[in-house]
């Protein structure tokens, strides 16, 4: 089992900045990891993709954050990272973490509890 645990929401200015965690505890030594993936649901909506990042380092980002948001990731700590900057109100979400991993072959996926980014005008 992995657990991950996410941290660094709050509540900030427009305009301003985050930075989210997200640690991996567990058997995670035991999978091969595919990627990480940050995603947001704000009240009412369905929950987005806004970045992800594969084993090899590759990044995708949802448009509307592209140029704002980097993820990125620490594999000595098992951790991945959201910088969130120039923040806009519609940012406004509970973000998400999620790894991907292989477990004897199959695709398995984990996700973090979540943390509040309140963005005020």
């Known amino acids: 089992q992995v657990q991950l645990v996410e941290s660094g929401g709050g509540l900030v200015q427009a305009g301003g900045s985050l930075r989210l965690s997200c640690a991996a505890s567990?058997?995670?030594?035991?999978?091969?990891?595919?990627?990480w993936g940050w995603y947001r649901q704000a009240p009412g909506k369905q929950r987005e993709l806004v970045a992800t990042?594969?084993?090899?380092?590759?990044?995708n980002y949802l448009d509307s954050v592209k140029g704002r948001f980097t993820i990125s990731r620490d594999n000595a700590k098992n951790t991945v990272y959201l910088q969130l900057n120039s923040l806009k109100p519609d940012d406004t979400a509970v973000y998400y973490c999620?790894?991907?991993?292989?477990?004897?072959?199959?695709?398995?996926?984990?996700w973090g509890q979540g943390t509040q980014v309140t963005v005020s005008s």
């Open positions: 990042i594969t084993s090899g380092g590759s990044t």
């Open positions: 999620n790894l991907a991993v292989l477990h004897r072959g199959a695709p398995v996926t984990y």
């Open positions: 567990g058997s995670i030594f035991s999978f091969n990891i595919m990627g």
